[in-house]
């Protein structure tokens, strides 16, 4: 048995056992992503500088719609519950499993907060981090695909960083 389905089996194994944790896997999955551009937004908003949210809105967008999107159309990786029998808590995503956009597009906006602000960008990291794990246990990707979405997120916020140290 590869690594890849040993972890995604044994988180995911977890699914459907406690009513808590699934409801706590849910909310972290699908709805933690609003909460961290809530308070990115709020953030701008309390010190009335807009570029708070230039830099990080680059870098998910990047994330998403140029590292991960070009991937995509040349590998498409199936997902969890289109090759096994698991326990599935939410609903599959359109888009091909590897890497996750979930975790590229919240990990780069966790990185990105790290230059304004080392304590919420460190806060932001770990709730990405948990909506990663989410994701497995929700039985939407696989380990391999969080880790591709972490470094695809890493990668974005260094390229836009880059130029934001060029261009501001």
Avoid at 35 to 41: A, K, S
Avoid at 95 to 115: E, G, I, M, N, Q
Wanted: proline letters at 4%; aromatic letters at 20%; one cysteine or more.
């Amino acid at each position: 048995m590869n690594l890849d389905l040993y972890l995604f089996n044994l988180i995911n194994g977890y699914a459907k056992k406690s009513k808590l944790l699934d409801f706590f896997a849910k909310l972290f999955a699908v709805y933690s992503g609003y909460f961290l551009i809530l308070i990115i937004i709020l953030y701008a908003i309390i010190y009335r500088d807009i570029k708070i949210l230039i830099f990080p809105f680059l870098a998910m967008f990047f994330a998403r719609f140029i590292i991960n999107q070009s991937i995509y159309k040349i590998y498409k990786k199936k997902r969890p519950q289109e090759v096994l029998e698991i326990n599935s808590l939410i609903e599959k995503p359109h888009y091909p499993s590897f890497p996750s956009s979930h975790t590229a597009v919240f990990f780069a906006l966790s990185f990105s907060v790290l230059p304004y602000n080392i304590t919420l960008g460190l806060l932001f990291c770990v709730i990405s981090f948990f909506m990663a794990l989410s994701r497995i246990f929700c039985g939407v990707h696989w380990p391999l695909d969080v880790l591709a979405g972490i470094f695809s997120g890493l990668i974005s916020f260094i390229i836009i960083y880059g130029l934001k140290l060029y261009v501001w």
